[in-house]
């Protein structure tokens, strides 16, 4: 079992920064990919950062250069940085964790932006 539990949300003005965490408890394995995606209304899910345990990082264009992923793998936590943030950022953001035993998300944080 693995448990995922996201935090850091909420209201910012465009411009604004916030960060949000994930905190993995259960059976974490040593070699896994964790990942925020993002889903806004009436949209499909979409991944925003993804991190190997390794540290290698992937962003998609859109967020690349405002956004930073990180993990405390002592710690089994992850973190998203974002800074100048736009209304467009507006979403419910979900952390994923990926590793041999399957694809695991937590239940998500709102980051609403107003212009």
């Known amino acids: 079992q693995v448990q995922l539990v996201e935090s850091g949300g909420g209201l910012v003005q465009a411009g604004g920064s916030l960060r949000l965490s994930c905190a993995a408890s259960g059976s974490i394995f040593s070699i896994n990919v964790m990942g925020w995606y993002r889903q806004a209304p009436g949209k499909q899910r979409e991944l925003v950062a993804s991190?190997?345990?390794?540290?290698?990082?992937n962003y998609p264009d859109s967020v690349k250069g405002r956004f930073t992923i990180s993990r405390d793998n002592a710690k089994n936590t992850m973190y998203l940085q974002m800074n100048s943030l736009k209304p467009e950022d507006t979403a419910v953001y979900y952390c994923n964790l990926k590793q041999s035993s399957g694809n695991h998300w937590g239940k998500g944080t709102l980051v609403t932006v107003s212009s």
């Open positions: 991190i190997r345990s390794g540290g290698s990082t």
